[in-house]
């Protein structure tokens, strides 16, 4: 066997086995991107739910709080607000600035639902209506799988983003279009953010 046959083996033989592993790692990053995707469905799912059932709430305690209808009106537009950041994430969850916006919307619509939350319990007769507290279990109930579907999908995320850092992968992720993915973070709202939602007397209701 000549040296030029042997040669050209040879690097058939290196050509084939990073074939092999570029394709390898290419399906590894694509299961872990589907991974995170699905997991940011799950989420969605739990959203789309919390915030139908929030307008529903707001309406059964307009009769007992005509006085805090500033606080009532704030919850309806930052829900609103969310609503449209969550259609914007869900259409593609790997965009970071859609998933950012949707974290950042969904954080000051929390903040809002707690201080709802707190003047509910202030009103014994509130708290005695049946409607609210069904509805309130509910939200209670949506907030906990929430926080289940985000934890699960913080982990996906983390061991997308860990894959695609380490060697080999790092230096084809450019060249293959894996983009690292965004996390879900949980922040207080500051008063500043709460404060920057424009009240709106005559709010309707996003889809």
């Known amino acids: 066997m000549s040296a030029f046959l042997i040669l050209v083996i040879v690097l058939l033989v290196i050509l084939g086995a990073l074939i092999?592993?570029?394709?390898?790692?290419?399906?590894?990053?694509?299961?872990?991107k589907n991974r995170y995707i699905n997991a940011y469905s799950q989420i969605d799912v739990q959203l789309k739910r919390r915030y139908d059932l929030?307008?529903?709430?707001?309406?059964s305690c307009r009769a007992y709080l005509a006085h805090e209808s500033s606080t009532l009106e704030a919850v309806i537009q930052a829900r609103n607000m969310a609503s449209i950041a969550r259609s914007s994430a869900a259409g593609d969850p790997t965009q970071q600035a859609a998933l950012k916006q949707l974290t950042e919307s969904d954080n000051a619509l929390s903040g809002l639902l707690g201080k709802l939350m707190m003047v509910v319990e202030s009103y014994p007769e509130l708290k005695a209506?049946?409607?609210?507290?069904?509805?309130?279990?509910?939200?209670?109930?949506?907030?906990?799988?929430?926080?289940?579907?985000?934890?699960?999908?913080?982990d996906a995320v983390m061991e997308y983003n860990q894959s695609r850092e380490v060697f080999p992968a790092v230096l084809f992720v450019n060249i293959f279009g894996f983009q690292p993915a965004?996390?879900?973070r949980l922040e207080s709202p500051a008063e500043?953010?709460?404060?920057?939602?424009q009240l709106d007397k005559n709010a309707t209701l996003q889809p």
Do not use: C, H, K
């Open 20 to 32: 092999f592993l570029l394709t390898r790692l290419y399906n590894q990053l694509v299961i872990l």
């Open 54 to 59: 929030i307008p529903n709430l707001v309406e």
């Open 129 to 154: 209506n049946q409607t609210v507290s069904d509805l309130m279990e509910d939200l209670r109930t949506t907030e906990n799988r929430i926080s289940f579907s985000r934890q699960a999908f913080n």
């Open 182 to 184: 965004e996390f879900w």
């Open 192 to 197: 500043g953010q709460t404060l920057r939602i």
